[in-house]
């Protein structure tokens, strides 16, 4: 699925490791109850597979769906697409689609299972908060990210991690079935299905870790790309600090149209940091700062 | 219990705050009341018998020895009080009392906040920040507009930092909303 957004909040990390942890159980249960119903094992992988590859080969619509983005024209967004062209000039590189999602929250993402099916998209909330030159800085990474292939390298990762779950799942159910299942008693049977559950558990709980610390580096790397593709590292890492922590959070949105909304703003409801974190993991914004500026150092010191 | 929403009535006792924190502001900002403060509140839309500017402009009774009220449309359908005094004291009494007077009349409901102006006192400054009162939740807020959709979060966070002490600042950042072209300088 996508995987590129400009965010490092402790928070939504936090929830970003819930949601992921519960779509492995969830995974974990379909796959159990396939089983328990007497679904052959071969279609069991078969199906799990056909799941991740339509992830994959999906990921440019998925991902727009969930972001409510729309693919713009150059006559809709001209300095996007202005930006983008001569970005992907630089880089000799074919150009991506290019989209919108109207949100307030600022944040990008790069998504699509090959560089000819690429979409590259910035929020309303990203393009009014960045200087030109920030807003190209950030596009920079997201192109980078479609460039690196990394929809296709973190699906494969992921689809990896939960393929050895599964098979490991399954080779130890077989094991404790020709062990002589007859001979056990209905106590021992349940402790031996709760301990291949736990087993398998883990397993996906292992490549799930792993797969963030790939998301990460992959992070860092489109980061680097991307800055040294402008020239500016300094130039994102100004952009970074304008859309993480604290500044990201002020809102563009008008007090008295959120009033309308939200009958006397008694509690006032810009949902808007749920959205947007079912996606990746992102190193700190501090790691990610020390790089650039290093980088800063190399290029221009 | 279910669709209804409670009502709140409008928290004042910050307001008497900002004086103190306008010296602040002036010592480490160099900013200094624009002279000019405002009151947003929404247009009548039946529920009470008060709808008109001049209706409203009399309930409040002002005396106008040292300095003028007057009330404005924005381009969002809403009214704004605005006050021009150029001593803060003032501003604040007069803001204080419109919204006093209004929630007798039962008006509260439909009063959504109160915004001080602050200029930078040796220009060119820094640029101007508007301070923004919360009247349901009692919190301040810096709003900074530097376009038609754009603000300054630097200086606005700079501000939090040196007044957070002297004022009930909003806690939550998503609660800075914007007031974008507000009739308040």
Same mark, same amino acid.
């Given at each position: 699925?996508?995987?590129?957004?400009?965010?490092?909040?402790?928070?939504?990390?936090?929830?970003?490791?819930?949601?992921?942890?519960?779509?492995?159980?969830?995974?974990?249960?379909?796959?159990?109850?396939?089983?328990?119903?007497?679904?052959?094992?071969?279609?069991?992988?078969?199906?799990?597979?056909? /799941?991740?590859?339509?992830?994959?080969?999906?990921?440019?619509?998925?991902?727009?769906?969930?972001?409510?983005?729309?693919?713009?024209?150059?006559?809709?967004?001209?300095?996007?697409?202005?930006?983008?062209?001569?970005?992907?000039?630089?880089?000799? +590189?074919?150009?991506?689609?290019?989209?919108?999602?109207?949100?307030?929250?600022?944040?990008?993402?790069?998504?699509?299972?090959?560089?000819?099916?690429?979409?590259?998209?910035?929020?309303?909330? %990203?393009?009014?908060? /960045?200087?030109?030159?920030?807003?190209?800085?950030?596009?920079?990474?997201?192109?980078?990210?479609?460039?690196?292939?990394?929809?296709?390298? +973190?699906?494969?990762?992921?689809?990896?991690?939960?393929?050895?779950?599964?098979?490991?799942?399954?080779?130890?159910?077989?094991?404790?079935?020709?062990?002589?299942?007859?001979?056990?008693?209905?106590?021992?049977?349940?402790?031996?299905?709760?301990?291949?559950? %736990?087993?398998?558990?883990?397993?996906?709980?292992?490549?799930?870790?792993?797969?963030?610390?790939?998301?990460?580096?992959?992070?860092?790397?489109?980061?680097?790309?991307?800055?040294?593709?402008?020239?500016?590292?300094?130039?994102?890492?100004?952009?970074?600090?304008?859309?993480?922590?604290?500044?990201?959070?002020?809102?563009?949105?008008?007090?008295?149209?959120?009033?309308?909304?939200?009958?006397?703003?008694?509690?006032?409801?810009?949902?808007?940091?749920?959205?947007?974190?079912?996606?990746?993991?992102?190193?700190?914004?501090?790691?990610?700062?020390?790089?650039?500026?290093?980088?800063?150092?190399?290029?221009?010191? | 219990?279910?669709?209804?929403?409670?009502?709140?009535?409008?928290?004042?006792?910050?307001?008497?705050?900002?004086?103190?924190?306008?010296?602040?502001?002036?010592?480490?900002?160099?900013?200094?009341?624009?002279?000019?403060?405002?009151?947003?509140?929404?247009?009548?839309?039946?529920?009470?018998?008060?709808?008109?500017?001049?209706?409203?402009?009399?309930?409040?009774?002002?005396?106008?020895?040292?300095?003028?009220?007057?009330?404005?449309?924005?381009?969002?359908?809403?009214?704004?009080?605005?006050?021009?005094?150029?001593?803060?004291?003032? /501003?604040?009494?007069?803001?204080?009392?419109?919204?006093?007077?209004?929630?007798?009349?039962?008006?509260?409901?439909?009063?959504?906040?109160?915004?001080?102006?602050?200029?930078?006192?040796?220009?060119?400054?820094?640029?101007?920040?508007?301070?923004?009162?919360?009247?349901?939740?009692?919190?301040?807020?810096?709003?900074?507009?530097?376009?038609?959709?754009?603000?300054?979060?630097?200086?606005?966070?700079?501000?939090?930092?040196?007044?957070?002490?002297? /004022?009930?600042?909003?806690?939550?950042?998503?609660?800075?909303?914007?007031?974008?072209?507000?009739?308040?300088?």
């Amino acid at each position: 699925m996508a995987k590129s957004k400009i965010e490092g909040d402790k928070g939504l990390n936090v929830r970003m490791f819930i949601t992921g942890l519960a779509l492995v159980i969830l995974y974990v249960i379909i796959i159990s109850v396939l089983i328990s119903v007497g679904v052959q094992f071969g279609i069991v992988i078969v199906i799990a597979a056909a /799941l991740i590859f339509s992830q994959y080969y999906f990921s440019d619509k998925i991902a727009m769906f969930s972001m409510h983005a729309k693919e713009v024209t150059p006559q809709q967004e001209p300095k996007l697409h202005q930006i983008v062209d001569r970005l992907c000039l630089l880089a000799d +590189m074919k150009k991506p689609r290019v989209g919108v999602a109207e949100m307030d929250i600022p944040n990008a993402f790069a998504t699509g299972r090959s560089p000819s099916h690429a979409v590259i998209c910035a929020t309303r909330g %990203l393009m009014n908060r /960045l200087s030109d030159e920030e807003l190209e800085a950030v596009l920079a990474h997201e192109l980078s990210h479609v460039a690196h292939r990394d929809v296709a390298i +973190m699906t494969i990762a992921s689809g990896v991690g939960m393929l050895a779950g599964l098979v490991s799942r399954i080779a130890l159910w077989s094991t404790m079935l020709s062990g002589g299942g007859r001979g056990k008693n209905g106590q021992q049977l349940v402790l031996l299905e709760l301990a291949t559950f %736990l087993i398998s558990i883990i397993i996906y709980v292992i490549s799930f870790l792993l797969t963030m610390a790939l998301s990460r580096y992959r992070e860092l790397a489109a980061d680097r790309s991307g800055a040294i593709l402008i020239g500016k590292p300094s130039v994102l890492a100004s952009a970074l600090v304008h859309i993480t922590g604290d500044m990201g959070k002020i809102p563009r949105t008008d007090l008295r149209k959120a009033e309308g909304m939200n009958a006397f703003f008694f509690a006032p409801a810009l949902s808007g940091k749920t959205a947007a974190s079912l996606f990746s993991t992102h190193p700190s914004l501090e790691v990610r700062l020390d790089q650039l500026n290093k980088l800063e150092r190399e290029l221009n010191g | 219990m279910f669709g209804r929403t409670k009502q709140v009535a409008p928290k004042l006792d910050g307001l008497f705050a900002l004086p103190s924190a306008a010296l602040t502001l002036q010592t480490e900002l160099d900013l200094v009341s624009s002279g000019n403060a405002g009151l947003c509140f929404k247009a009548g839309s039946g529920e009470s018998s008060i709808t008109t500017d001049d209706e409203v402009m009399q309930l409040l009774n002002f005396d106008d020895t040292t300095g003028t009220v007057k009330i404005t449309t924005d381009d969002l359908g809403f009214k704004w009080l605005v006050v021009t005094d150029p001593e803060l004291d003032g /501003l604040v009494t007069r803001i204080h009392g419109a919204n006093t007077t209004m929630v007798e009349h039962g008006l509260g409901p439909r009063l959504l906040c109160a915004v001080f102006g602050f200029v930078p006192k040796t220009p060119p400054g820094d640029g101007s920040v508007r301070l923004v009162y919360l009247l349901k939740q009692g919190t301040f807020y810096p709003f900074a507009p530097t376009g038609p959709s754009q603000r300054d979060n630097e200086l606005e966070l700079r501000v939090r930092s040196f007044i957070g002490d002297d /004022l009930p600042m909003e806690k939550d950042l998503s609660r800075w909303m914007a007031l974008w072209n507000l009739p308040v300088t």
